[in-house]
């Protein structure tokens, strides 16, 4: 009896503090806010002091400061002598950086959420906080809020476009980190005067949906990041929707959070159990901005598309990635390829947003060609126009109530059935709105 009252008690605590304990099987417990799964795409944007020297990858800094020839040599040719990292902080200075214009591109690409580096590596913060002075945008180049200003651009859309942060756990090169690591992560200065304030301070000033958390570099008991998530989950203004991924301490990528991103760019092309996302970014080579890249890094519109289905059919959502330029550009290559993208949900995002896996997620017979299925509908995303005029699904069973039409075309299309599928006589490509791949939109069919 004395027993059970305890346990009452210490349900009612749980209860009066927030369903969940600071450990994973509790955080692991709560469901996921259906808004993340429905979204299927969003945007990463990698905007920092990176930014500046634009050369090379957003690991500029770690790579100068090992002495990675590279990037000595393109400081000795372009620098005066004793020009520091920091000193690139000056010339962050945004004055083309119009947020609302980004949400409109951000909106325009047909994604559902938008993530924004608010701290890389480096440390610099992109809003004033009050733990890393003088290293943010409020007191060095731009002298803005830059974190705040696209909080509330974004937000003026309501649900249909979220907003979400980026947040590095690590720095390279702060002391304070540096002493932790040298006490094998013993003492945690840098966690307690640092990191932690600093997601608190994100979260109550400009309430993200998403912490999208990088360089876990340590245990997780080392970052505490249970007690930050527990709090996020159970107290925060965003407790009910908000998601995290997973990279918040050893061990935890592909074990613990909301979702998964594994590794950067991960798509593992089968089926996960677990939702998760690709994060990839529309730069072969880097996620922040470099200008030496030429037209050929840039993914072309196919290849984002392939990310698109391929990642969706499995369970995933995409995260695309724009890196801006230090004075606020989001460079016209990648504006181009993320309207791409809008102009083809716009047609295609039926069989895209709110779908789920079907029960194959790539065909049998004809390569390039993806699953998914809402309510009673299977779509078939074929990335290749056939040579011939048809396309032979190996992986669907056709029943007598069959139908078949493709997104942005007006009519039913014929098919066979095969000993192994269907074949599905396409129109022709000149009455058909979408291009760069086609979805058909199937009722009524069984898996074969
Ligand atoms: O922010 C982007 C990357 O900078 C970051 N995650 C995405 C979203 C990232 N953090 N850690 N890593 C990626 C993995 C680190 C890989 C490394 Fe390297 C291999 C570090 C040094 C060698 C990749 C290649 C980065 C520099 C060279």
């Known amino acids: 009896m004395n027993c059970l009252r305890h346990l009452l008690y210490f349900a009612l605590l749980a209860t009066a503090r927030g369903q969940y304990t600071p450990d994973w099987d509790s955080l692991d417990s709560r469901p996921l806010p259906q808004w993340y799964d429905d979204a299927k795409v969003g945007i990463f944007i990698h905007w920092g002091v990176f930014s500046v020297p634009s050369y090379g990858l957003e690991w500029f800094w770690y790579h100068w400061e090992n002495g990675f020839s590279t990037f000595v040599n393109f400081m000795e040719r372009n620098y005066r002598p004793n020009f520091t990292y920091p000193d690139f902080a000056a010339q962050f200075t945004a004055e083309f950086y119009d947020p609302h214009q980004w949400a409109e591109l951000f909106k325009a690409s047909g994604a559902k959420y938008v993530v924004l580096t608010s701290k890389h590596h480096e ?83 400009y309430e993200p949906e998403i912490i999208w958390s990088d360089g876990d570099a340590g245990p997780d008991w080392y970052w505490n990041s249970t007690v930050f998530i527990s709090w996020l989950f159970n107290e925060s203004p965003v407790k009910d929707s908000v998601v995290v991924n997973d990279r918040w301490g050893w061990g935890c990528p592909g074990n613990h959070g909301s979702y998964y991103t594994v590794q950067d760019r991960y798509n593992p092309g089968i089926l996960q159990n677990h939702k998760w996302e690709n994060a990839f970014t529309l730069d072969y080579i880097s996620w922040g901005y470099r200008r030496e890249a030429r037209v050929f890094s840039y993914l072309p519109i196919e290849e984002v598309l392939y990310q698109l289905v391929s990642t969706v059919s499995c369970g995933g959502n995409i995260l695309v990635n724009v890196g801006p330029t230090h004075d606020g550009i989001i460079p016209p290559i990648m504006e181009e390829r993320l309207r791409q993208l809008g102009e083809w949900l716009a047609i295609n995002g039926e069989g895209v947003y709110g779908s789920r896996p079907w029960l194959h997620q790539n065909d049998t017979l004809t390569s390039g060609v993806w699953y998914t299925s809402k309510n009673d509908k299977t779509y078939a995303f074929v990335l290749n126009w056939p040579e011939d005029t048809s396309v032979t699904l190996g992986a669907v069973e056709a029943t007598p109530d069959t139908k078949v039409n493709m997104l942005g075309y007006v009519g039913e299309l014929e098919f066979t059935i095969q000993d192994l599928g269907m074949e599905v006589i396409f129109p022709k490509m000149s009455r058909v709105k979408s291009q760069w791949a086609w979805v058909l939109e199937m009722t009524a069919v069984n898996a074969a």
Not at 124 to 129: D, E, R, T
């Open 123 to 205: 440390g610099f913060c992109n809003w004033p906080s009050k733990n890393s002075w003088p290293w943010t945008s409020m007191q060095l180049g731009a002298k803005r809020d830059l974190v705040g200003e696209l909080a509330q651009a974004v937000k003026e859309y309501g649900p249909e476009l979220r907003f979400g942060l980026y947040h590095s756990l690590f720095e390279w090169f702060n002391p304070l980190f540096q002493d932790d690591q040298k006490n094998s992560y013993e003492t945690n200065d840098f966690v307690t005067r640092k990191t932690m304030p600093e997601l608190y301070d994100l979260v109550t000033a």
